[in-house]
């Protein structure tokens, strides 16, 4: 039998020239836009915003240049909330020490926790990001898509709260296929953006990273769950506790085996953040 080789895992360097692809294609339609070719051809763009120096706010000259990638996760837990983040990478060099240190950047569920803990820490230390949720009671509320885009459009407003420059001149990456509605931002959506695009990646490593300690921080109240070790997914072992102690204020009342707690004890999978995604956004109507 021919040996199969697995698919090469991507690298930073690719990462980053999918966004500027992305970018130059945007420019040709939008020359507002910041980037390489946006400076030269907007020609009333500020001059105190060419002048800036400091490396955090030094954000259009690199190959990620202009652009915010945004990205939720948490959407197939049957607890906790749903949790988006927004990021605007520096510039990033290839022979940088920063490129050294975002090596092992990719989407958040590929990467081993550690190693996603040691490139949060870079990110939000080098990079303007900010955070959005929605909360379990939204969810039951306006479904889980929704409250997903709520979360992000929360995301984006905490992000320009930080920004002192305009937002069209700006290029959203948005993971999915779901266009963030209300928000006056040229948009591009990318299908599993977060193992293509450097930017989505960022903010897919620390809206995880973020959510995890928030879920192992509420574990501690509600220990019968195995939140710590499940973050909200839908875990035998949790599909058992809510079985045997009923539910919580942060569980998802609208997704099936909170419905029907029995109900969910019949399938034996063990589903984690992978798995559940798409099948326990099935059930939730």
């Known amino acids: 039998m021919a040996k199969v080789e697995a698919p090469a895992k991507p690298t930073l360097h690719k990462l980053l020239a999918f966004d500027t692809k992305l970018l130059n294609k945007a420019q040709k339609a939008n020359q507002a836009l910041l980037g390489k070719t946006g400076q030269a051809a907007n020609k009333n763009l500020s001059s105190r915003l060419l002048a800036m120096q400091d490396h955090q706010t030094q954000l259009f000259k690199g190959s990620s240049s202009g652009i915010i990638g945004i990205d939720e996760v948490g959407r197939g837990c049957l607890s906790g909330p749903v949790v988006a983040a927004a990021v605007m990478l520096p510039q ?3 022979k940088s020490k920063l490129a ?8 958040s569920k590929a990467l081993k926790a550690e190693i996603r803990e040691e490139l949060a820490a870079v990110l939000r230390a080098t990079c303007h990001y900010a955070l ?10 306006i479904n889980i898509l929704q409250a997903s885009l709520l979360a992000m459009r929360r995301a984006l407003d905490n992000l320009f ?3 002192s420059f305009g937002r069209e001149q700006l290029l959203l990456l948005v993971d999915g296929n779901q266009r963030i509605k209300h928000i006056e931002l040229e948009q591009i959506t990318v299908i599993q953006g977060d193992s293509h695009s450097a930017s989505i990646a960022a903010a897919s490593v620390i809206a995880k990273v973020y959510r995890d300690s928030f879920m192992r921080n509420l574990s501690e109240s509600y220990p019968h769950y195995n939140w710590h070790s499940n973050k909200g997914y839908g875990s035998k072992v949790h599909r058992q506790a ?12 609208s997704f099936g085996p909170c419905k029907d707690p029995q109900s969910g004890l019949k399938d034996d999978l063990e589903l984690d953040e992978d798995s559940s995604e798409s099948q326990l956004e099935l059930s939730a109507k």
């Open 100 to 107: 050294q240190e975002l090596a092992n950047l990719d989407d």
């Open 242 to 253: 809510i079985a045997e102690h009923g539910l919580t204020q942060w569980h998802r009342l």
């Open 161 to 163: 709260l930080q920004l």
């Open 92 to 94: 990033i060099d290839k």
């Open 132 to 141: 959005g949720e929605a909360s379990p009671e939204e969810i039951d509320q």
